[in-house]
């Protein structure tokens, strides 16, 4: 399967613990990009990479959020002092600047803050 | 603020009717403007997108009517099918790599 893919798929954690996800992005795929879902809602943007550069961050990405891609291929992000607010769906997309619009979502990472 | 704004919530619609859904943005400098489909579980895959240089795109059965003056865009599904039967989201982008901004997604039952 060379789609983007993203691990663990489903992550069930205590209020105040950290927590960490990864997602793997198609081969020779310079963008990655990280989305929160809400249920009954549409995905909204977190941060980008280009490469391994940060490159924007949204309002809504917390102190307790912080994300990487140390040598510009896979991406973690970490949630430090989980909320129950913070219970959602966390998906990764990746994207090929030089030759298409498209962004491909994984799978998604369902995150439970009980 | 919602910059792209989308409608109905959910739309009941029966085998081999006409699904649509419809999307409203607010930004101009919106230059890209996809469809996606997610089922339950998964995450949302590219359905179909339009520039604004266009009026209308089709591929198969899903066609998207595009106005810019009105800054309205518009997905129509012929021909529905049951297996159609998913949450639709449209969105925009601003540039060739910007982030997505979605709208708030249409849930579609198709009834067999």
């Known amino acids: 399967d060379t789609g983007v893919s993203q691990d663990p798929r489903h992550k069930i954690t205590k209020r105040g613990q950290n927590v960490t996800f990864r997602c793997d992005p198609i081969?020779?795929?310079?963008?990655l990009y990280w989305y929160r879902q809400t249920l009954g809602q549409g995905p909204e943007f977190l941060t980008y990479f280009q490469n391994e550069a940060q490159l924007e961050k949204s309002r809504l990405l917390s102190d307790r959020f912080s994300a990487e891609r140390p040598k510009g291929s896979f991406s973690t992000l970490e949630i430090q002092r989980t909320e129950q607010g913070d219970s959602a769906m966390y998906l990764c997309a990746s994207q090929r600047l030089a030759d298409s619009h498209e962004q491909y979502f994984g799978p998604g990472t369902r995150l439970t803050v009980t | 603020q919602q910059q792209v704004k989308q409608s109905p919530q959910s739309l009941i619609v029966q085998k081999g009717g006409i699904s649509i859904i419809n999307c409203a943005y607010e930004?101009?400098?919106?230059?890209?403007f996809p469809w996606y489909q997610q089922f339950p579980g998964k995450g949302p895959a590219l359905l179909i997108a339009?520039?604004?240089?266009?009026s209308e795109k089709k591929e198969g059965r899903f066609t998207i009517s595009f106005n810019k003056s009105a800054k309205q865009f518009s997905l129509h599904i012929m021909d529905s099918q049951p297996g159609d039967s998913a949450t639709y989201f449209c969105a925009a982008r601003k540039s060739s790599g910007d982030k997505l901004t979605f709208g708030t997604g249409t849930r579609l039952a198709v009834r067999p």
């Open positions: 081969s020779e795929h310079n963008r």
């Open positions: 339009i520039r604004p240089d266009v």
């Open positions: 930004n101009t400098a919106f230059d890209y």
